[in-house]
């Protein structure tokens, strides 16, 4: 059972512009949420986790996710565009015994 | 750093082999998977294994079966190939279920 939606399975941006990337999740007990990035031809990489220590979540390379209860959200932004954030982005959800990944957001950056 | 290895970067077999992607891990984590990334659909757990010779089935499964008899390697099997399983392969581990998980490379698998 699909677990997270990621609305928009593409997205662009100018470069030095706002990053936002939407992800909602449907579990009805406390969840583990994460973000992951994926360039091209690799694997996935951690961004950053939300383990309900704190609603705002920060993570590598400027990256940060706020968690909103009331709005099943945990959408992920970065103040400023670069180059190099183009890639595959994942959102992830630890529910019952396993993972459920989003099916993706394509970043694409334009100079 | 954590390091997940993955046997083969790209992988062409033909229709009806017997196909093996290997996956190793070094961290002593206990807990393993196996994934496939197809374009719109994200990625699907196929199988996954939380101690060594244990296995569980994911979302996926059928068409595969996998094997465990290392803590540290996690193999899977394609019984008889089909040009519907040609697709990228994900191996990951983690400390603990809920723990991020950290992927290998990634095999690229085409059967024709």
């Known amino acids: 059972a699909q677990s997270v939606t990621q609305l928009g399975s593409h997205v662009s941006v100018s470069e030095g512009a706002l990053v936002l990337l939407r992800c909602n999740y449907s579990?009805?007990?406390?969840?583990?949420l994460f973000w992951y990035v994926q360039y091209p031809n690799q694997g996935l990489q951690l961004l950053l986790k939300y383990t309900s220590a704190a609603t705002l979540v920060k993570g590598i390379n400027g990256f940060e996710a706020e968690f909103k209860k009331s709005e099943t959200s945990f959408h992920l932004t970065k103040p400023s565009a670069h180059m190099s954030d183009a890639a595959e982005y994942f959102c992830?959800?630890?529910?019952?015994?396993?993972?459920?990944f989003g099916t993706g957001t394509s970043l694409t950056v334009i100079p | 750093d954590v390091k997940v290895t993955q046997s083969s970067r790209y992988l062409v077999k033909r229709t009806g082999e017997k196909v093996f992607l290997e996956c190793v891990q070094d961290?002593?984590?206990?807990?393993m998977f196996w994934y496939r990334q197809d374009p719109g659909l994200g990625l699907r757990l196929i199988y996954f294994s939380y101690d060594v010779k244990m296995k569980e089935k994911g979302d996926i499964p059928e068409g595969y079966s996998v094997s465990r008899e290392k803590k540290e390697r996690f193999s899977l099997i394609l019984e008889s190939a089909s040009t519907n399983q040609t697709s990228m392969y994900l191996c990951?581990?983690?400390?603990?279920?809920?723990?991020?998980?950290?992927f290998g490379p990634g095999t690229r698998l085409t059967v024709t």
């Open positions: 579990s009805s007990v406390p969840p583990y």
């Open positions: 961290m002593d984590h206990e807990n």
């Open positions: 992830a959800d630890f529910t019952g015994n396993q993972f459920y």
């Open positions: 990951a581990s983690s400390w603990s279920p809920s723990y991020e998980q950290y």
